[in-house]
C-alpha cells in the first residue's frame, strides 16, 4: 500500500460524516434563527475534521499501545499495529494534527465574535483544548480514560451536547434551552456507533483490561444499551420536532426507521463478531442521514 493510502486509511475517513453530523444539526438550528454563516460553517467543517482525524490516528497509536490492536482483532487493521506506519511518525502526525486543531478552532473563534469578545473566544479556547486533550487520552497515554469505560460520555458529550449547542452559539451567541433534544439525539446516535465498535471487540478488550460500557454490562446488557440508545434519540428527535418547532418537514429522519430497526435487532440477537462489525457502518451511515434529512427539514420549513 503506498504511503498516501496508508495515511488516508490511518485517518479513517469514513467516520467522518458521523462526526459532522452534530455540525449540520446545530448550524440548522442557527439557520432556522435567522443566524447562519457560510464562513462559520466552513471553519466549523475543517475544525471538526481536524479533530476526528487526531481522534483516529491517537486511537491508533492508544490501542496498539497497550495491547488492544493485536493479530486476534475482527476489525479493520490498524496502521501501528499492522506496522504500516511507525510509532514515532504516528506520535508525529498526532503532535502536528493538535497544532492543525488550535489554528483551525482559534480562526473560528476569532471570526464568529471578534477580538472584543475575548472572554468568549478565552472560554472556548479552554474548551478547544480540553477536547484536543481528551481526543488524545481517550487511548493513548499511561492512564486513558476509554480503558475504563468512559468513552462513552466523552463521545455523548462532544458529538452531541458539546457539538450541536457548541456550533449553534458560535453562530447566535445564544443557545435555546430546547435545543438540548436534537443534541442528545446525535449525542445518543454517536454513542451507539462506539457500542457497536465496543459489542465487535467485547473479548479481547477484556483480555487486554480495556473495561468499556459493553465489557462491563456483559454482551447481553450491552445489547439492551444499545438498543435505548438508539429509542432514545429517536424520541428526542421526534419531541424537538412535537413540541418547539412546526416544521412537518423534519419528520423524514424517519425514513431511516428501517434501518435502525434492523440494527438493533442485528445487535440484540447477533453473536457472530463479523455481522456485528458490518453493522458499526450502517449505524454510522444511518445517523449521518438521520441528522441530514432533520437539519433539512428545518431548513426547507424555514424558506
Known amino acids: 500500500m503506498g504511503s498516501v493510502k496508508v495515511w488516508l486509511h490511518a485517518f479513517r475517513l469514513r467516520t467522518l460524516p458521523l462526526s459532522l453530523s452534530c455540525i449540520f444539526i446545530g448550524s440548522s438550528l442557527a439557520f432556522v434563527n435567522d443566524a447562519f454563516d457560510v464562513v462559520v460553517f466552513g471553519l466549523l467543517i475543517i475544525t471538526t475534521t ?9 486511537n491508533d497509536y492508544g490501542d496498539t499501545q497497550h495491547g488492544a490492536d493485536n493479530h486476534e482483532r475482527l476489525g479493520p ?21 493538535s497544532i492543525l486543531c488550535l489554528i483551525s478552532g482559534i480562526s473560528l473563534l476569532l471570526f464568529s465574535f471578534g477580538l472584543a469578545q475575548w472572554k468568549l473566544i478565552s ?3 479552554l474548551l478547544g483544548i480540553f477536547a484536543i486533550i481528551a481526543a488524545i487520552k481517550y487511548t ?6 476509554g480503558y475504563k469505560g468512559f468513552g462513552d460520555v466523552f463521545v455523548f ?9 457548541g456550533s449553534a452559539f458560535l453562530y447566535m451567541k ?13 449525542g445518543m446516535l454517536s454513542t451507539g456507533v462506539l457500542n457497536i465498535n465496543n459489542i465487535r471487540d467485547i473479548e479481547g478488550d477484556a483480555k487486554v483490561g480495556k473495561n468499556t460500557i ?15 440508545l438508539i429509542i432514545g434519540s429517536i424520541l428526542s428527535l421526534g419531541s424537538y420536532i412535537v413540541f418547539f418547532t ?20 442485528t445487535i440484540l440477537c447477533e453473536k457472530d463478531a463479523l455481522k456485528i462489525d458490518k453493522q458499526l457502518k450502517v449505524l454510522a451511515l444511518s445517523s449521518f442521514f438521520v441528522s441530514l434529512l432533520f437539519s433539512l427539514g428545518l431548513i426547507i420549513n424555514r424558506l
Open 123 to 125: 472560554e472556548f479556547f
Open 214 to 228: 459493553a465489557v462491563r454490562l456483559g454482551r447481553r446488557n450491552a445489547g439492551i444499551y444499545h438498543l435505548l
Open 50 to 58: 481536524l479533530l476526528q482525524i487526531l481522534s483516529n490516528l491517537a
Open 157 to 165: 458529550l462532544f458529538f452531541g451536547l458539546v457539538g450541536v449547542l
Open 77 to 97: 487493521a490498524r496502521a501501528v499495529q499492522s506496522g504500516a506506519i511507525t510509532k514515532e511518525k504516528i506520535k508525529a502526525s498526532i503532535f502536528i494534527f
Open 246 to 265: 412546526e416544521a412537518i418537514e423534519a419528520w423524514a429522519f424517519l425514513l431511516l426507521a428501517p434501518f435502525l430497526i434492523k440494527n438493533i435487532k
Open 140 to 145: 493513548a497515554g499511561s492512564n486513558p480514560y
Open 174 to 186: 445564544s443557545f435555546e434551552l430546547s435545543f438540548l433534544l436534537p443534541a442528545m439525539a446525535i
